[in-house]
């Protein structure tokens, strides 16, 4: 970023924004979500970043920022506004819209979630050709590798397929946030392929090691407003079962 001017984003988020500012280095200006996820529009817009970064949907909050929130801001930053799309397959909107009708939108995606392709190391940028041409000149010399290239356009085209695959994962979604309710979990809507959930005595850590001891991984972050929440990937329905079964035990021994 230009100096004096910051990278800015809403919290809590995924965690590699602070990362890799951190390794620029740039200044980071963070501005907390309020607790029903609303975007603080105004507040962002205040920070003045030379980049504002939002993922939509969000990790680990699995909510999806609407995109007149997205345009509002856009259309009150200096700066560029980048929506990362990372989990977009598994929501019901995309901000995409957007880059036709502000020059100061770049749309971030990947193939790691929905195209199930997280080894390929493949992602994309969405803007319109001045923000772009921009990015041209600072880009590093070499290109994508052309396998990856070629294997990205294949699963693209392929759409049949990933929405299959997507519409699997919604579906064990669907069935995994009601079994974890009726476990006394409250669970967020989730617009991505795991679920933010909260358990009945809150007691997210306990769970956590509880979990991994039966060799269960889901994600415990350490950090305000998250400690008594846990980040849960959604399996398969078998998956999904066996982590229902292990929690039965989990919360009866926890709860102890
Ligand atoms: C919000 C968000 N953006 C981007 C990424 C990066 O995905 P990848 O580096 O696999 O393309 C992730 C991965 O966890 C993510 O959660």
């Known amino acids: 970023t230009e100096p004096g001017r910051s990278l800015v984003y809403p919290t809590p988020t995924y965690v590699l924004y602070r990362t890799l500012a951190a390794a620029q280095p740039a200044d980071v200006i963070e501005i907390p979500y309020a607790d029903d996820y609303s975007l603080p529009i105004s ?68 193939l ?45 085209r392929d759409q049949v397929y990933k929405n299959e695959c997507v519409a699997k994962v919604k579906a064990s979604r669907a069935k995994l946030a009601l079994d974890l309710k009726q476990l006394g979990f409250q669970v967020w809507d989730s617009q991505t392929n795991f679920l933010l959930v909260q358990p009945p005595q809150s007691n997210a850590e306990a769970i956590y090691l509880e979990l991994k001891e039966r060799g269960i991984l889901v994600r415990y972050f350490n950090q305000p407003g998250l400690d008594d929440k846990l980040r849960i990937t959604v399996g398969t329905d078998e998956q999904n079962q066996t982590l229902i079964e292990a929690l039965l035990h989990c919360l009866m021994l926890c709860d102890k």
């Open 112 to 156: 790691s979630k929905g195209y199930s392709l997280a080894g390929l190391r493949l992602g994309f940028g969405i803007a319109n050709p001045k923000l772009l041409s921009g990015l041209f000149k600072v880009k590093d010399s070499y290109n994508v590798d052309a396998i990856a290239c070629l294997v990205g356009a294949a699963a693209m």
């Open 43 to 110: 507040e962002l817009a205040t920070a003045g970043g030379a980049v504002t970064f939002i993922a939509s949907p969000n990790s680990p909050s699995a909510h999806a920022v609407p995109i007149q929130d997205l345009r509002k801001l856009a259309s009150q930053l200096t700066g560029v506004l980048v929506v990362d799309e990372a989990y977009v397959d598994f929501a019901d909107e995309t901000a995409l819209p957007l880059v036709q009708e502000l020059e100061n939108v770049i749309i971030v995606r990947t």
